[in-house]
C-alpha cells in the first residue's frame, strides 16, 4: 500500500513564527503536493513538484514556500506564520504516468495564535 | 478554467436507503475523474478513478459512473460506517490541470441507523 507520512497531526504556532511541515511518501512516487483544506471552500492547491528541487506554484502560494531535496520527502515552510493559516494542510503523492492517482496523507492540522 | 461541482452538499439517508451522489465537471479533455472518501479530521482515501465516458466501477456498495458532463456515485443500502464526506476531483489532459487535480467541495453523507 501506498503511504504518505505526515510528521505533524497537530500543532499550534504563534504569528510571525516559522513553521515547517514535513512529509515523506514510500512510493517513489516522482509528483508530490501540499494542499489546504478549509471548511466552505474545500481542498486548495498550495505547490506541487514533479522532480527533485522543481516546485511549481499553484492555486494559492503566497506566504508559503516549499523544498524537495530527495525524492521521498517534500516540505512545506510558512515564513511568517499568520491567523489566517490556520487550515488542515494535506500532503500527497502520485506516480508520473498519466491518469496515475494522487494518494493523500493523514494530515496536518496547524492553528496559529 | 477547470471546475468541478458536486451536489448536494449534505445528505441524510436511512441505513438502507440507496441514493445517488452528483460531480459535474468542466474540463479542458479530462485525463481522469476520481473520488475520495474522507472521514472527519482524516486525509481523503481513494476509492475509484474513471477515465472514459460510460465506464463504471464498483466497490461493495458503491458504484461510480461517468458521462462527457458528469459522475454519479450510487450508494446502494447504505450503513451508518458509509456516512463520510466524499470528495469529488478532475484531471486535465494539458496544461497546468494536467499535474493536479481540480476538486469539488464535498457532499457530506450522513447514514441514520
Known amino acids: 500500500d501506498v503511504k504518505v507520512t505526515q510528521s505533524s497531526r497537530y500543532l499550534v504556532k504563534r504569528t510571525g513564527e516559522k513553521v515547517f511541515l514535513e512529509c515523506v511518501q514510500d512510493?517513489?512516487?516522482?509528483?508530490m503536493f501540499w494542499y489546504r483544506q478549509d471548511p466552505g471552500l474545500g481542498l486548495r492547491l498550495i505547490y506541487f513538484?514533479?522532480?527533485?528541487?522543481?516546485?511549481e506554484k499553484g492555486d494559492i502560494p503566497e506566504g508559503y514556500s516549499v523544498s524537495r531535496e530527495k525524492k521521498e520527502r517534500f516540505s512545506l515552510i510558512l515564513e511568517s506564520a499568520s491567523t489566517n493559516q490556520t487550515s488542515m494542510y494535506l500532503c500527497?503523492?502520485?506516480?508520473?504516468?498519466?491518469?496515475?492517482?494522487?494518494?493523500f496523507g493523514e494530515g496536518s492540522w496547524l492553528t496559529v495564535v | 478554467e477547470d471546475q468541478v461541482t458536486q451536489s448536494p452538499e449534505a445528505l441524510r439517508l436511512q441505513e438502507g436507503e440507496s441514493s445517488s451522489l452528483n460531480c459535474s465537471y468542466t474540463?479542458?479533455?479530462?485525463?481522469?475523474l476520481f473520488w475520495y472518501r474522507q472521514d472527519p479530521g482524516k486525509g481523503p482515501e481513494f476509492l475509484f478513478t474513471l477515465y472514459s465516458a460510460g465506464e463504471e466501477k464498483e466497490k461493495e456498495r458503491l458504484k461510480a459512473t461517468l458521462t462527457k458532463k458528469e459522475s454519479f456515485l450510487h450508494i446502494t443500502a447504505p450503513k451508518p460506517e458509509d456516512s463520510a464526506t466524499y470528495l469529488c476531483?478532475?484531471?486535465?489532459?494539458?496544461?497546468?490541470?494536467?499535474?493536479?487535480?481540480?476538486f469539488g467541495k464535498g457532499t457530506k453523507l450522513s447514514v441514520i441507523p
Open positions: 512510493m517513489d512516487h516522482e509528483n
Open positions: 500527497a503523492s502520485r506516480g508520473s504516468s498519466p491518469g496515475n492517482t494522487i494518494y
Open positions: 513538484s514533479y522532480d527533485v528541487k522543481m516546485k
Open positions: 474540463v479542458s479533455g479530462l485525463r481522469g
Open positions: 476531483a478532475v484531471q486535465a489532459n494539458s496544461g497546468a490541470g494536467s499535474y493536479q487535480l481540480t
